[in-house]
């Protein structure tokens, strides 16, 4: 396993962390519970092998993660880092919601501290009213100093411009949660500030939500060759930008556990040049997908409820990626929604055509695209 600097939080982190928001379940009379023979194995498994930073939650697996982990995890608490989070928004009615929820947690986890504990997948609005407004930060700088917290952390959903007001705002947060990936690079710019500020970066959803698991086009579009998946390809990636120092991924079985730290220990970690050499080759992906339909959405709203940009997107997975599964998914979704009107319904008013900037003869793209998309 390669650790990394987590910050300046003085931490060393494994590249690979364990998201446990998918532990295995089961029912009993009816009731969802962790499977326990499962899960425990699991864990601490990934723990032999090198992982030290398992990421939990109060609401994952029915509210059972934290449980599962605490009982996991107990004999080797000292050696693993745990984090959890703090539910915000409507949930969070004055600043004694955080002790609250974190005495919950402690108690759970069975813990006397929790490593890593995050304002959970905040927005400015609940940055700037609750955080900073109700003063959560100080009580979470309070439960710091009686040792129950060690580190105080953010995890993210938001534009991404919002990290660097957060950051800015508030010195104390010393580690990010963020989405990242191959398909979604819009944090980016801010993994790279949030580095040069000392925080600790950990990134989800590193392969995509497994839309990027499967196919080997990909990786042979961007590289010429198939000596690898596209899913050692989304790892790579990720741990290949220097700004992150951990991926997550939310493993399921041993299997799984194995295969990842195998992923990681033979080479996620590509050199700078390596990096850039893929960011190039997918930004060449991205511009000729771009001079498509950049999905601005200003053809929106259109009178009749066709929603262009997801019909234009679900085909840029197809033709563009190579992610023809993904695609073919995304569009039997779209057709399964309400909110979501097919072609037939167009009246042919034009108005998207007027509004869209790159010209797109819209109404006869779509004709084309959905045949393509209901052929896959
Ligand atoms: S032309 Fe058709 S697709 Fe375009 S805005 Fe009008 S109804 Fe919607
Ligand atoms: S206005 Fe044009 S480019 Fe923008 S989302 Fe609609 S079709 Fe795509």
Excluded at 85 to 113: F, N, Q, V, W
Excluded at 241 to 249: D, E, F, G, I
Aim: charged content about 30%; overall charge neutral.
């Amino acid at each position: 396993m390669v650790y990394r600097e987590f910050g300046k939080t003085g931490e060393k982190i494994s590249s690979l962390g364990f998201g446990c928001m998918r532990l295995p379940e089961k029912e009993i009379g009816g009731k969802k519970v962790i499977d326990e023979d499962k899960a425990l194995p699991m864990l601490m498994r990934a723990y032999e092998l090198g992982v030290n930073y398992f990421d939990t939650a109060p609401y994952y697996c029915n509210k059972n993660s934290e449980m599962a982990v605490g009982k996991a995890l107990k004999s080797v608490r000292d050696k693993v880092l745990i984090s959890t989070k703090i539910p915000m928004g409507d949930e969070c009615k004055d600043k004694g919601h955080l002790r609250r929820c974190l005495e919950a947690s402690l108690k759970k986890l069975d813990t006397d501290y929790i490593d890593f504990y995050h304002f959970w997948g905040i927005n400015q609005d609940c940055f700037d009213a609750q955080i900073m407004g109700m003063d959560l930060i100080g009580e979470a700088l309070r439960c710091k100093e009686e040792g129950l917290i060690r580190h105080i952390s953010f995890s993210f959903h938001d534009k991404a411009e919002v990290i660097r007001h957060i950051i800015e705002t508030c010195p104390y947060m010393e580690s990010m949660l963020v989405q990242y990936n191959l398909l979604d690079r819009s944090n980016e710019e801010m993994l790279a500030y949030a580095h040069e500020k000392g925080l600790g970066t950990v990134v989800m959803g590193p392969v995509a939500g497994g839309r990027l698991a499967a196919p080997k086009e990909l990786y042979k579009k961007l590289t010429g060759t198939e000596s690898a998946t596209s899913y050692e390809l989304a790892f790579k990636f990720v741990l290949g930008n220097t700004n992150v120092s951990c991926a997550l991924s939310g493993m399921q079985t041993i299997e799984m556990v194995e295969k990842n730290v195998r992923v990681i220990n033979e080479g996620a970690h590509i050199s700078e040049d390596e990096w850039r050499g893929l960011a190039d080759a997918m930004a060449e992906l991205k511009k000729f997908a771009q001079l498509y339909c950049t999905g601005c959405g200003y053809c929106q709203p259109c009178p009749k409820g066709i929603k262009i940009p997801k019909i234009f997107e679900a085909y840029t997975y197809h033709n563009v990626y190579g992610l023809s599964e993904l695609a073919k998914k995304m569009w039997e979704d779209y057709q399964s929604k309400e909110d979501c009107a097919g072609i037939d319904t167009c009246v042919n008013c034009g108005f998207c055509e007027k509004k869209c900037p790159q010209k797109l003869a819209v109404r006869e793209e779509l004709k084309r695209v959905v045949q393509v998309l209901d052929r896959l």
